[in-house]
Each structure stands twice: as C-alpha cells, then as structure tokens.
C-alpha cells in the first residue's frame, strides 16, 4: 500500500526478467511452467483481495476456475467462438458464478462460508461429471489454444503474462484506495467498519465477484495451457494451494502472494522429492506458517525492517491543535 | 424547550427507548435529545444501561419501544452502516482500530460517506478514485493536525499508546464530517493531563456546532464540559437538566455519587 | 425402496456421528474442527490395516483403532488448538485445522493409496443377507449406543458435568479451578473415541478410503448446521434428514447432484433459519 516504495528497482529487475523470460529460460518445459504461474496468479490476485484483504476465507476458488476453463473450451472449442471473445464470456461467466455463490453464502458467518465454498467446488466437480454432452463427463474435453501469434509456448507465454500484469494493476488500484481500506477494515474489524458506513454485505459481494471475474480469465488460460481439462484437472486439493500461496504470503499485502504462488508452484518442479509428497507439502507448510509466523512469510520481512531501525518510541504527549481542529470542522460542515 | 422547539432546530431525539434482553430491561422508556452544538453527558453506575443506550443510538442494537428521531425522521429501523450517511459518528469503549494500517488510513477511512468511486473505476484507475483519495488524505491530515496526531501519521495503529487510539478514533468519527458524534468512555484510562487535552478537543467540536454526547464514568470530567447531563440507574432515568442541577438531585447522590 | 431407506439410515447415522464429533470438540473449544471427518477415516483405514493387511483379531483391531483416533484427537488439540486458541485471531483455527487435515489425508493418500480398499466383515454373516447386511446395521446400531452413551456421560457423570461447564463459561470454570486446557484436551480425545468406534463400525460401507475424511468434515457440518450448532438432539435429526434425503435423491435422479441438493437445501435452511432447527440464537456484542 506504500507507493515511495523502496524495492522499485527490484520490482524493474522483476519486471525485466518476465518479459524476457522466454530467452534465458532454456527449455520449453520452464516457459509452460511460467505460464503456468502466471494463469494461476491471474485467479490468486483475485483472491488476494477476497481472502487477504477482506478476510474471507474462500478455499473453493478451484471450482471457479474450473467454470472458467471449461466456458472456455465449450465456447472456443465446441462452438468455435473467437478465442478472444470466449476468454471475455468466460471471465463473465466466472464473475457471475461468484456473485450467485457470494450472493447466499457471504451472509454467513465464516465458517459456514469456508464451508460454503468448499462444498461449491466439490458441486462443480459433480455436475462436469453429469453434464457429459457438455463437459466430456470423466473423460474430459479437448482446449483450444489461441492460435496466431499466440501458438508457440513463448507467444502464449506473453499473452498470459500480460493478462496477468492487467490484474494485477487492477487489484493494486483497488487496495490502494478506499475500496482497500473497507476492505481491511471488514477484515479487522467489522464493527468499525459499518460505523464509518462501509455497506459490509455489499463490499463482500462486489469483491467476490471480481475474484470470479479473475478466476474464470485465469481458468480459460489454464485451460488453454494444459489443452486437455478432465474434473481430475481440478481437484479441491488445487483450491486450497491457491489458498495456502495467499496465506503463507501474507494478508493485506500484494508482492507476498505473488511470490507465493512462484514459489509453491516452482519448488516442486525443481526439488523432486517435494513433487512425491505434493499436498503434504503444502499442508506441512501452512500448518508451520501458522503457527509461527500467523501474519504470513511477507510479514517476517517488515518485522526484520522494524527489528532494525528502531523507532524513537519516547512517549509523545498528544497536544491539539485546536485552531487547526475547529477549521477542520467547518471545512467539513461546508464540504 | 418543548419537542416541536427540538424538531425545529434539529437534533438527535430518543423517546421513551427500551431495550430488553431476554428477561432484563437494560434500558427502560429513556428519553433524551441531543441538540447541534451542546455537550450531553450520559453518566450512571455500571450495568445502568448507558452504553446499550449509545449502542441503541447507533443502531447496534433494534429498539424494542419508542422511537428514535434525527430531524424529525424516525430512525428506528435505519441500520448501523447507514447512520454515518445521516451524520451521527461514534467511537467505541475498546478502540476499534485496523491495527495493521498506518493512522492516516485509519483516519481516511473515516471519510466513507464521501467516497463516490465504484470498484471497476478504482480498478481502472480513473480519476475519481485519485480525487476521493486526494480530498479525504488532506481532510484526514488536518483533523490529525488538529486532535494532535500530526507526528505519528505513518504508525501503524496498533503501535500506538491508549490515549492516541482514543484521539484516532475521534478524528475518524469527525472524519465522517458528522452532525453528532457519540463517545463512548472517551476519558477511559488517560492520565489527567490527557484528559485536559480531550475536554478541550470536545469543547472544540461543540464549539463548531457538533453535537456530542459523553458517556462517562468519569463524573468530574463530566460535570465540567457537559451543558446538560442525563443519569441512569438500572436503564431508568434518574435525572437530567444541568451539571449544576443534577449534582444536586438526591436520587443521584444516593444512588451514585454516595456509592 | 427398503433398501433406500436402510441405506439412508446407515449414511445418516454416519453424518450424525460426524455432527455430535464437532459438537463435542466444539463445546469445550467453540472451534468448529475441520479435522473431524477424518477421524473416521483413520478408524477406517487402520481398521482394515490391522485386521486385513496384519491379520489381527478383530477386537485387537478394534482397540487399535481407537487408538488411534484417540491419538489423533489429543495431537490436533495440541498442535492445532492449543497455541493457536492463545492468539486472538479467531479465524487461525480454521487454517490450523486445515493444515491438520491435508497433512493426514495425504500422508494416508501416500501410505495407503488412493484407491478404496474393502473393509473386513466383523461378524460372520452370509453376503446375501439384503437389506439385513451388516454394514448398515452395524453402523445404526452402535451410533445409536453412542448416541445414548453421550447423553449419559454428559448428564451423568462428573467429568461430562465439568464438560458443560466449560462450554457454558469457559472464563467461569477456570476461575473455580477447572484446567481448561485439560479438559479440552479431553473432550478432542472422546470426539477421537466417538469418531473411531463409529467409523469401525461403519468400515464395510464406506470402505477404508483417503478421501472419506473431507466428505465426513462437510455433510457432517451440513448435518450440524441443519440441526443447529451445539444441540446433540440436532445433529442426530441433521444426520439421519441429510443420509435419507441424500439416499431418496440418488434414487430418484441418480447420484450425480447427491451433493449438489444437500447443499442446496443447507442453503434455503439456513436463509430462513440461520441458527438451524435446534439451535442457539447467536447474539451479537458490541
């Protein structure tokens, strides 16, 4: 939330690196893999806001997902759609699933919630195998890429990537400003959120769909990435490691999910044994997170920058400034 | 001044208010009107219903019985986060903060009501957002300036001393530019001098037209900024008129100041 | 037909064992614990491991069991419970107990393997019994003697009495000497009890399978959320309402939306009804 940020050159050396990254990358393996992470970061970005932000904990955003790619390759597949206008109706599509989950189910309190979108994902995954003329049932559907310049893993790459950048602007927008603030505060503390006049209900909505919106752009893309979706594709396991990225990064905070979802998506990959223990992985890990650092990793970061600066915590006395006070007030009265 | 002398002028009006819970009556039939411009103190023993009365104002809590009125318009109904819009602010007993932004945030927040940009147009970036932003920083900084606050603007609120959270959230309740702003035991574990500082703040927001009312156990505080003070015991009215007025009543000096 | 309803029955015993398992960890912790399907399915999966894999007696594997559900009770008190029940956070349980879950799904995922192994038959009886087939009698039966078992040991005895207390208020029984912390870690050892002994028992229907735990943890909440959080006579009516629904709508349409209309009717309950059929008003404070 801080713009004089000091890692900007970091965040320039990131940026470079992205872009660039079908050059240095090596393999085609490793920029399918960055594609990978960037289509899940599409949908994490979302659900940043909805889970670190606002505090709600969705664990279900797989079936989202899964409503995304499989939009997608009914409509640019089955029905031949412009893959463009397909990607545009899927995000629709996941937008307005979210509404109609959030629309019960944010009323209630969050546990019930959690349960509420878990239980969603395991629905979608029943009905893509009931809805066989549809979905392919079990044996799953075939995903159109994008063809054009957007065939080749490294075209692909870029397309998704830039997508990614687009949400990630949108949700930096949003967390900066007042929406960011509600947000927080209905995570803090809803009390004080609704006596300042932040309409509780309506924010939680609002933010949940956009999160559908993400999650059904990212799941077209995953989609296209993996060019053959089956339910097991999207098992509840994966709507969970979206979730634990979110918590292990840190809540109320942008870069740390960003890295999470690099990482967790990344390690396995490349330490083989981690591969073989898959959740288990996972869960070891957010069960060490949240018992040692509930804040998240990001936090851990922060914390150092305090640990080494301190602060002068003299005790300041607070003095008014009545002047300044009273022409606040009629400033306001006036307003 | 008679009711229709109240409507005229505006105010804040509770008539014969009663909250029940379960088998307890916490507020029997209490009436009180709070005008523009005049420092009300709300004191009585604990468990006397002052706070469930302020919950009730709010909106926190559905009244059982009578009515609420904010010029002339029932507001028995109007849920919690649609009172700020109104211009009745509160603050809350354990300050309610978001311990993880910095004060200036928590100040800005304050500003809701004011606040016109949508989520797609924040998410786009468009103007609107960055002017939302831009008005509601400067007014949070002068209130900051204002209630003392001007040298911690970056801390992060839950870094902050008792007395500063106190001061924060009143300058976010005057951030929501309000009519009436209710504080809920505001003089709640400040040092003297502290409390010298928030009698003047409260004289101040009076003195620009605010109707505040003080819920307090602190009966010197109260006695000496209020203009009219209003005393519970057991969510029934005992006495109210002026300091002066009711220091003197019998009924409160047996059952509270005698205590 | 019948056999719908047996078949309900057996389910919705199971669902309402799962209900009165969250009920009694929640009761002296107020954690709603994602753990608690898979106790069930370690009682399961152990009990096929000791009686078909290492060719043990059945009461042997039985104790066993119970063993370790017990185990896996007192463990997520104190790993996932305990220290995070100290912060504030109130929402922290939720991950922990998640993490808890995952970890012991997929450790029994790769121990085990994925697949459903079958269950071994406990008592001597012919496959064609039908309808009168142990694995639906059995689990009705012995969730009926828990169920009854429970009631007893909650109002009768004085450690069940100390139970409510603490449920009740918590602050209370401390400040009269009761170790809260204790009989916390009590209670999450009887919900492993309760939890074991009914998962045993209803081994041969739901075969020892890794991903049994989940669907417990989520039509046992559903079972609980029906009957209303916190009452015991609730989560029974729950449990047998969704095992009967579920079964007569997997016999009238198949069982491709069993979980889609549970959790459809879950939703319409609790918008006209949110503190379900038997439960507490939650009040709010300010």
């Known amino acids: 939330m801080n713009l004089r940020n000091p890692r900007l050159p970091l965040l320039v050396a990131g940026a470079v690196a992205a872009v660039t990254l079908p050059f240095w990358a090596g393999d085609v393996y490793r920029v399918h893999l960055a594609t990978l992470i960037a289509a899940y970061w599409i949908l994490v970005s979302g659900l940043n806001l909805v889970v670190g932000f606002t505090g709600l904990l969705s664990v279900g955003h797989v079936g989202l997902l899964a409503i995304g790619a499989y939009a997608f390759a009914i409509l640019a597949g089955t029905h031949?759609?412009?893959?463009?206008?397909?990607?545009?109706?899927?995000?629709?599509?996941?937008?307005?699933?979210?509404?109609?989950?959030?629309?019960?189910?944010?009323?209630?309190?969050?546990?019930?919630?959690?349960?509420?979108t878990l239980a969603f994902a395991l629905i979608v995954t029943e009905v893509t195998l009931a809805q066989q003329e549809l979905t392919g049932g079990g044996a799953g559907i075939a995903v159109p890429g994008f063809g054009g310049p957007f065939?080749?893993?490294?075209?692909?790459?870029?397309?998704?990537?830039?997508?990614?950048?687009?949400?990630?602007?949108?949700?930096?927008n949003v967390s900066r400003r007042m929406w960011g603030r509600a947000m927080i505060?209905?995570?803090?503390?809803?009390?004080?959120?609704?006596?300042?006049?932040?309409?509780?209900?309506?924010?939680?909505?609002?933010?949940?769909?956009?999160?559908?919106?993400?999650?059904?752009?990212?799941?077209?893309?995953?989609?296209?990435?993996?060019?053959?979706?089956?339910?097991?594709?999207?098992?509840?396991?994966?709507?969970?490691?979206?979730?634990?990225?979110?918590?292990?990064?840190?809540?109320?905070?942008?870069?740390?999910?960003?890295?999470?979802?690099?990482?967790?998506?990344?390690?396995?990959?490349?330490?083989?044994?981690?591969?073989?223990?898959?959740?288990?992985?996972?869960?070891a890990l957010l069960l060490i997170v949240v018992l040692l650092v509930p804040e998240g990793i990001g936090h851990v970061f922060t914390w150092l920058r305090e640990r080494r600066s301190p602060r002068t915590t003299d005790k300041q006395v607070v003095t008014p400034d009545l002047e300044r006070l009273a022409a606040a007030i009629r400033a306001g009265r006036e307003a | 001044m008679s009711v229709a002398d109240v409507a005229a002028s505006g105010g804040l009006q509770a008539t014969r208010v009663t909250k029940r819970f379960g088998g307890v009556v916490a507020v029997d039939a209490v009436s009180l009107d709070l005008r523009p411009g005049e420092i009300h103190g709300l004191i009585g023993p604990n468990g006397s219903g002052k706070t469930t009365l302020l919950n009730l104002l709010s909106g926190y809590y559905a009244i059982d019985d009578g009515t609420i009125v904010l010029d002339g318009e029932t507001l028995n109904r109007t849920p919690v986060q649609r009172r700020p819009f109104l211009g009745v602010a509160r603050t809350f007993q354990k300050p309610r903060l978001l311990g993880s932004l910095s004060v200036l945030d928590n100040a800005m927040l304050g500003g809701w009501r004011d606040a016109r940009a949508g989520f797609v147009g924040t998410a786009l970036a468009l103007g609107r957002a960055r002017r939302d932003?831009?008005?509601?920083?400067?007014?949070?900084?002068?209130?900051?300036?204002?209630?003392?606050?001007?040298?911690?603007?970056?801390?992060?609120?839950?870094?902050?001393?008792?007395?500063?959270?106190?001061?924060?959230?009143?300058?976010?309740?005057?951030?929501?530019?309000?009519?009436?702003?209710?504080?809920?035991?505001?003089?709640?574990?400040?040092?003297?001098?502290?409390?010298?500082?928030?009698?003047?703040?409260?004289?101040?927001?009076?003195d620009g037209g605010i109707g505040v009312l003080v819920v307090e156990h602190h009966t010197d505080f109260v006695f000496r900024i209020c203009d009219r003070v209003t005393t519970l015991n057991l969510g029934r009215m005992i006495a109210q008129g002026s300091p002066q007025h009711v220091r003197n009543d019998p009924e409160v000096i047996r059952v509270y100041l005698g205590a | 037909m019948l056999t719908v309803l047996v078949t309900g029955l057996a389910v919705g015993a199971l669902y309402a064992a799962a209900a009165l398992a969250y009920n009694v960890m929640y009761s002296t912790s107020k954690v709603l614990s994602l753990t608690t399907g898979h106790i069930f399915m370690l009682s399961g999966v152990f009990g096929a491991f000791f009686i078909g894999e290492l060719g043990l007696p059945m009461p042997v594997g039985f104790v066993g069991a119970i063993a370790i559900g017990t185990l896996f009770g007192v463990v997520t008190e104190f790993v996932a419970i305990r220290r995070v029940l100290a912060r504030s956070d109130e929402h922290l349980w939720l991950l922990s107990t998640l993490a808890v879950a995952t970890i012991v799904q997929q450790s029994v995922g790769l121990w085990w393997g994925t697949e459903p192994k079958p269950f071994p038959r406990l008592i001597p009886q012919d496959f064609s019994a039908g309808i009168w087939d142990q694995k639906y009698w059995l689990p009705i039966a012995t969730i009926a003697v828990l169920v009854v078992g429970l009631e007893l040991f909650q109002r009768r005895t004085l450690l069940g009495k100390i139970f409510l207390a603490v449920s009740e208020d918590a602050f209370a029984a401390r400040a009269r000497g009761v170790s809260v912390n204790r009989v916390r870690a009590l209670s999450y050892a009887l919900a492993g009890i309760l939890g074991a002994v009914a998962g045993f028992a209803a081994g041969q229907l739901t075969f020892a399978y890794f991903a049994l735990g989940l669907t417990l943890t989520l039509n046992g909440f559903i079972a609980l959320a029906v009957g209303g959080l916190g009452s015991n006579l609730g989560a029974v009516v729950g449990g047998l309402a969704l095992g009967l629904l579920t079964a007569s709508a997997t016999y009238f349409f198949g069982g491709e939306y069993q979980q889609t209309i549970a959790v459809g009717l879950l939703m319409l309950l609790l918008l006209v009804k949110p503190e379900g059929l038997f439960g507490a008003k939650r009040t709010r404070h300010v």
């Open chain 1, 185 to 283: 505060a209905l995570r803090d503390s809803d009390v004080a959120a609704a006596s300042v006049g932040v309409p509780v209900y309506k924010v939680k909505l609002t933010t949940f769909t956009f999160s559908g919106v993400a999650a059904g752009v990212g799941g077209a893309l995953f989609g296209a990435l993996q060019s053959y979706i089956t339910p097991e594709t999207f098992v509840f396991e994966l709507g969970m490691f979206f979730f634990i990225c979110i918590v292990i990064g840190g809540r109320g905070v942008i870069l740390g999910p960003f890295v999470g979802t690099i990482v967790l998506t990344a390690l396995p990959e490349f330490v083989a044994p981690l591969a073989n223990l898959g959740q288990f992985f996972y869960g």
């Open chain 1, 80 to 116: 031949e759609i412009n893959p463009f206008v397909s990607l545009v109706i899927a995000g629709g599509v996941g937008g307005v699933c979210g509404f109609l989950l959030g629309l019960p189910s944010l009323r209630l309190p969050g546990f019930y919630f959690a349960m509420a």
């Open chain 2, 133 to 206: 932003d831009a008005v509601l920083r400067a007014r949070a900084l002068e209130l900051l300036h204002g209630v003392g606050l001007g040298g911690v603007l970056d801390r992060r609120a839950n870094q902050l001393d008792h007395a500063e959270q106190r001061f924060l959230e009143i300058a976010r309740g005057l951030a929501m530019r309000p009519r009436f702003i209710l504080l809920d035991e505001p003089a709640g574990g400040l040092t003297e001098h502290e409390i010298e500082q928030l009698a003047r703040v409260v004289t101040t927001l009076r």
């Open chain 1, 151 to 172: 065939e080749s893993p490294d075209g692909f790459y870029w397309l998704v990537a830039g997508i990614a950048v687009l949400f990630t602007v949108f949700t930096w």
